[in-house]
């Protein structure tokens, strides 16, 4: 565009637009970093004095380089601290729009660039790379000398940029925006807020130190007449109790002790002639204040995180007293509560209910806010896991929809195409055959889209290993050995980004499970032992995991019907106690039953006498626990009855699971020798021939 312009009127076509810069946030913390040392030299290709000015506004006159004017023969002579204007100032920038300039400028700035790796750790901020040539110097000089981070606003590294990928000392940090960085980096050093905020008087008064007397004409003598000033300035540092409170809660809030700006609003007596501001602080400090505890809830183990889930909770809510018409509030409230419910302990009903509560009130605040539109699909999604049939089937379809309206606000919402694949992938357990196969296939499409789109989703892409398991179960041959492998390779990369991922660890050693079940003897045993490994790691991360440890009782059971008639009572007996323990940590899931009363009946199938008969009282006892949470969940109690010879309850139970739709294959059913005693039955002729029609 710039091409056909001579450079005057190139400089007078940008310079209208670097009138009357503001003071960004990022900026001023960037300028603390300067003062206090911890930054050395600032090299940018902006024209304009934003940074100039946030130095001057703190007190600071760091040297201001122009190497678009001249740049350095020798980088001998910068000092520190430094601001190097790369491409020139505002009053003397240059504007590179040949090949043949931006080659020339690069040459010259080669030095400062190699000598600004060579001397210290170099952040890249708000500087894309593809524009200029010095992207490519940094590219060629940069050899691991310091460290050198890359920080990009959008979180998947540019194509670009890839060259520095697998560099010794090279970080891509995506996502990142320039201002919170920068503050959030401020903070950490423990060098935020300027003095200039936390005390504008004191920090005025330092300033005006270095005046000195105004001169009187025709004399020696001088005046002080800053002295009004001065005083003015200094009765201002004289405030009130409340004045000093709010003035810390300020300063509080802007370092990030959120705790003391909580306790600190607390403290105050009048809160109703608190200004606006500060009630707004107040607000978001105790929000920020939820969502570190939120974070810590969530790595921590048993009561210690249920403390910090209702800690966090307890915030929550009362932000939402200072401020009731702020939905975010609601929304993370609403997020702890969800959080509580996947890790319940027989309240998951209840906690769902709540939190879709929550999610609903902060819809009714910011209707278009599709963090809660997303809050609410998950809510209906997890409610739909703990019921059958079409109650299930309906509520999931109503999470579908509330994902779908979050991705119609945010089309690239990673979290809401990872919840629509989940849906389908319910939605295709509950079904079988080709209607299984495509929701399958759409649900890995999905997996593989939220991946696409945040590229460290490690939920993603574990998910999608999920898919491509059950997808592998369903193919026979090559073909599941291919899809197989491909799943592997998922959890693997999900792991590489969040290594102490219990899910991607638990997915994974299903696929392992699933694959020692198909394998010969030989090669069983290291599958079942690397499956048990990822069981046993995700345990190590989440001990009441209940999903490991149903999984890691399973492959007991399995192992235990493979064993010798010495070794499987062991293994039976390490089954019963991870299906105990799966039971504890969540007594509203039926798995944990229903897998435990399977078990029991293989033991009562190899007892004799009174054992037998006991054994199969015990299994009845868990299965019937089993059908009371999912009344779908009732073929193996048709298969005691029939064992039993009570043909009545048999096909009661075979009826229902068949209205439910919770059958097995047609070739179990007509292989299944615990039904041996109905086979011949009119009313099991007529069952079976139902389900070959179907």
Not at 149 to 154: A, M, N, Q, R, V
Not at 542 to 565: C, D, H, M, T, V
Request: glycine residues 8%; charged residues 25%.
């Amino acid at each position: 565009m710039h091409g056909p312009l001579g450079a005057p009127e190139r400089r007078d076509f940008i310079r209208q637009y670097l009138e009357d810069p503001k003071i960004n946030w990022g900026t001023l913390a960037l300028a603390q970093l300067i003062e206090k040392k911890f930054v050395g030299r600032v090299l940018t290709v902006n024209f304009d004095l934003v940074l100039e000015n946030a130095c001057g506004l703190l007190g600071l006159q760091p040297a201001v380089y122009d190497f678009g004017v001249a740049p350095a023969a020798s980088t001998d002579m910068i000092v520190s601290p430094a601001i190097i204007h790369l491409h020139g100032q505002s009053y003397g920038l240059v504007l590179l729009n040949t090949e043949e300039e931006t080659e020339k400028h690069r040459i010259m700035l080669e030095p400062t660039l190699t000598a600004t790796l060579r001397m210290a750790p170099l952040i890249v901020a708000g500087y894309s790379g593809s524009a200029d040539g010095i992207f490519h110097t940094l590219l060629k000089e940069f050899k691991g000398d310091y460290p050198l981070y890359w920080l990009g606003y959008e979180e998947e590294m540019p194509a670009h940029i890839q060259p520095f990928k697998g560099r010794s000392r090279f970080q891509f940090m995506g996502g990142a925006d320039f201002d919170r960085f920068m503050i959030e980096l401020a903070q950490k050093l423990e060098c935020w807020p300027p003095h200039l905020f936390a005390d504008p008087s004191g920090h005025l008064l330092n300033g005006l130190k270095q005046v000195v007397d105004y001169p009187v004409k025709n004399s020696d003598g001088s005046i002080d007449v800053l002295v009004a000033l001065r005083r003015k300035l200094e009765s201002w540092q004289t405030q009130s109790e409340g004045e000093q409170k709010t003035t810390t809660l300020r300063e509080l809030y802007m370092k990030g002790d959120y705790a003391g700006a909580t306790a600190l609003f607390a403290s105050l007596s009048d809160k109703a002639s608190i200004a606006e501001e500060d009630r707004t602080m107040a607000y978001w400090s105790f929000v920020e204040w939820g969502n570190q505890l939120f974070d810590q809830a969530r790595s921590a183990r048993g009561d210690e995180a249920g403390r910090l889930f209702e800690e966090a909770a307890v915030k929550y809510e009362r932000a939402t007293e200072i401020r009731d018409k702020h939905h975010e509030a609601l929304n993370n409230w609403g997020n702890v509560l969800f959080e509580q419910a996947r890790r319940g302990r027989g309240d998951e009903a209840r906690l769902l209910d709540q939190a879709g509560e929550k999610y609903a009130a902060a819809l009714a605040i910011s209707s278009d806010f599709h963090e809660a539109l997303n809050g609410e699909g998950n809510v209906l999604f997890e409610q739909a896991k703990l019921v059958s049939g079409e109650l299930a089937s309906g509520l999931l379809g109503k999470a579908a929809k509330k994902y779908a309206a979050a991705l119609a606000i945010k089309s690239d919402f990673s979290n809401a195409l990872n919840g629509e694949g989940n849906v389908l992938f319910e939605q295709a357990k509950r079904t079988s055959g080709e209607e299984a196969s495509r929701l399958f296939a759409l649900a890995a499409d999905k997996y593989k889209t939220a991946w696409e789109t945040k590229p460290d989703s490690h939920d993603a892409l574990s998910n999608w290993g999920n898919v491509l398991t059950e997808q592998g179960l369903l193919a026979s041959g090559e073909e599941a050995a291919r899809l197989f492998a491909t799943a592997n390779e998922k959890f693997a990369a999900a792991l590489a980004i969040k290594p102490d991922s219990d899910d991607a660890l638990n997915t994974w050693g299903s696929l392992l499970f699933e694959q020692a079940k198909r394998a010969g003897d030989d090669k069983a045993a290291p599958l079942f032992a690397a499956a048990s490994d990822k069981y046993r790691a995700a345990l190590a991360i989440r001990p009441e995991k209940y999903e490991a440890l149903n999984n890691l009782g399973n492959l007991y059971f399995e192992q235990g019907k493979r064993a010798s008639a010495t070794d499987g009572p062991g293994l039976f007996a390490l089954a019963a106690g991870q299906y105990a323990a799966a039971q504890a940590a969540r007594p509203a899931k039926y798995e944990a039953y229903y897998n435990w009363g399977s078990l029991l009946a293989e033991q009562a199938r190899r007892a004799d006498g009174a054992a037998r008969f006991a054994l199969f009282g015990q299994a009845a006892a868990k299965l019937e626990e089993a059908a009371k949470i999912d009344p779908s969940k009732t073929y193996n109690l048709a298969c005691l009855a029939a064992l039993s010879s009570d043909e009545e309850r048999c096909r009661m139970h075979l009826e229902n699971a068949e209205k439910h739709k919770s059958l097995p294959s047609l070739a179990h059913l007509m292989t299944d020798k615990d039904l041996d005693s109905v086979r011949d039955k009119p009313w099991f002729k007529q069952f079976l021939a139902r389900q070959q029609g179907s």
